[in-house]
């Protein structure tokens, strides 16, 4: 008995040993690439977080850029990764973008979109690139066929009822972006034929809720907030009695302090959240990086928001790190150990390089693979560089990457070709999809 234990022990060496990962790759990692890449390329996407539209469309957001932002390397028009799309895209016959040249492009979009119509010219857009389903974070939702792209709504506004004179002085970047709430804000007003905000602070909580709802009736999948370019991710925890205090003594005028309005604004968070996890909205939340000279990379770090996150008042809210806390994206990914929060790699694959985008999205796939989407970010910066080349360099970026992490993975020892493309279609669309049924 003893002799045939010990050689069952032996033949089974060699499978233990292909199971030890290991440091380095094997040399079978470019022909391993090349297979993943191959099946990964065939997969549909679930694009997580877009920005779909066009140049002059001011619902693309509900905010804008402020003038003269810095755009980084891979974001500008000189960046010749542009040109690569643009030949995939539409047959671009120059080598340049030149002026004269990117007339030809700008006519082109044009004659298909008169072709096609509004929809039918977003819809050929991801049947090119091969998504499915593209989320789309609008203001309002107008022409995209609603069975391609689903609509996030942006919640923000409501933080923003009163006199924000305060707030817009504080610096350029916010004299573009609160005029912007507050517009939003008059919007879903209009909507809800709200006239003028009402005279009690139940009223309002009663407008904000049934804004949700309706917002939900029309198609919202989801609420998002883009509160780190006003103010810090972290939300403290005022009562209700305080929140009340403070709309009593400014709904019908005044200006309250940026403190007052803080408070103020912790409380509507919190009961936007709430909301969410009673009608089943997940909250998307950005908590990256962002544009503009006066973004506040301290106050927008993703971890200020684990107070929040780890409240159990909350275990029946479904979280979307919209971005991935980048360039935290290390630290943010331990947030995705909660069983309701989950991280969007959104934006990194546009400003990263696949080499550098590959190396991040391993240590996700490493840790928690199953709390992770893949988002393009696109947006229609101008005419030229619009939404559809934005679609492409985030789909080239990421079947690429996810190639190359994989692949590594792989020949690293740590999982199987199988499991790995069981990973790439959880991340491209499996996993996202299934969070909104």
């Known amino acids: 008995m003893i002799m045939l234990r010990t050689l069952a022990l032996i033949l089974l060496l060699p499978t233990l040993a292909l199971a030890q990962a290991q440091p380095y790759p094997s040399p079978d990692l470019q022909a391993t690439y090349q297979r993943l890449l191959g099946e990964i390329q065939k997969i549909p996407l679930f694009d997580h977080h877009a920005h779909p539209g066009f140049a002059d469309d001011p619902d693309v957001d509900a905010m804008a850029a ?51 119509g509004d929809a039918g010219y977003w819809d050929s857009i991801l049947d090119k690139l091969g998504i499915e389903t593209s989320i789309a974070n609008r203001a309002m939702m107008d022409y995209l066929d609603p069975h391609r792209f689903k609509w996030v709504f942006f919640a923000d506004s409501f933080m923003w009822p009163f006199n924000n004179r305060e707030m817009t002085a504080r610096n350029s970047d916010e004299q573009v972006y609160i005029p912007l ?69 400014y709904h019908a005028g005044g200006v309250p302090t940026i403190q007052e309005y803080t408070t103020f604004q912790d409380y509507i968070f919190r009961y936007l959240v709430s909301e969410g996890g009673r009608l089943h909205l997940p909250v998307h939340i950005h908590t990256a990086v962002g544009i503009g000279d006066y973004f506040d990379i301290t106050h927008g770090n993703i971890m200020n928001l684990e107070n929040v996150l ?33 991280l969007d790699s959104s934006l990194m694959e546009v400003d990263m390089y696949p080499a550098q985008f590959k190396r991040s999205l391993k240590e996700w796939l490493e840790l928690f693979p199953d709390k992770i989407t893949y988002g393009s970010d696109c947006f229609p910066y101008n005419d030229v560089m619009g939404a559809e080349e934005s679609y492409w360099l985030g789909v080239q970026t990421v079947r690429e990457s996810l190639a190359g992490a994989l692949a590594e993975m792989v020949s690293e020892h740590e999982i199987s070709e199988d499991r790995a493309l069981q990973m790439a279609h959880a991340y491209l669309h499996d996993t996202a999809a299934d969070l909104y049924k």
Do not use: C
């Not at 479904?318 to 069983?339: Q, S």
């Open 66 to 116: 402020p003038p003269n932002y810095s755009s980084p390397l891979r974001e500008r028009l000189d960046n010749p990764e542009m040109i690569a799309a643009m030949k995939a895209l539409w047959g671009y016959p120059y080598d340049d973008m030149s002026p004269e040249h990117a007339k030809w492009l700008v006519a082109k979009k044009a004659e298909l979109r008169k072709q096609l």
């Open 181 to 249: 709430q507050e517009k939003m804000l008059h919007r879903w007003m209009q909507q809800e034929n709200v006239s003028a905000l009402p005279s009690s602070f139940d009223e309002y909580l009663r407008f904000i809720s049934r804004t949700l709802q309706d917002n939900q009736r029309k198609g919202g999948i989801a609420m998002k907030f883009e509160a780190a370019y006003f103010r810090s991710l972290h939300f403290g925890d005022p009562s209700k009695a305080q929140a009340e205090a403070l709309y009593r003594k």
């Open 310 to 342: 780890r409240d159990p008042r909350y275990s029946n809210v479904t979280w979307v790190m919209i971005h991935g806390g980048y360039p935290l994206e290390r630290v943010a990914i331990w947030l995705a150990a909660m069983k309701n929060v989950y």
